[in-house]
């Protein structure tokens, strides 16, 4: 069964920067994997997404600011989050982009103003 594994949130002020990491286990990494977030009392929201090939989405919110990437070789998708707003403030997941898997854990990502 698939497994995410999110990591490398925190707290930082706005205009700071976080790198997520998110390990794909018990499935080959060949398939589209996107971030998805989800802010206090609010519905889960997809931010952007990375094809098998490395082809990128990205939300209007993320565009600019945010990128992603990913190892093949170590099953891992990378978030770099820079120029950080308070409105960032979510718990992020990583999930499949066409497809899905339970839900990991996420990683938490609060921005102070």
């Known amino acids: 069964q698939v497994q995410f594994a999110e990591s490398g949130g925190g707290s930082v002020q706005a205009g700071g920067s976080l790198r997520l990491s998110c390990v794909v286990t018990g499935s080959t990494f060949d398939k589209p994997i996107a971030w998805y977030r989800q802010a206090p009392e609010k519905q889960r929201e997809w931010v952007v997404s990375i094809g098998s090939g490395g082809y990128t989405y990205y939300s209007d919110s993320a565009k600019g600011r945010f990128t992603i990437s990913r190892d093949n070789a170590k099953n891992t998708v990378f978030l770099e989050m820079n120029s950080l707003k308070p409105e960032d403030t979510a718990v992020y997941y990583c999930?499949?982009?066409?497809?899905?898997?339970?839900w990991g854990q996420g990683t938490q990502v609060a921005v102070s103003s």
């Open positions: 999930n499949g982009a066409g497809w899905a898997a339970p």
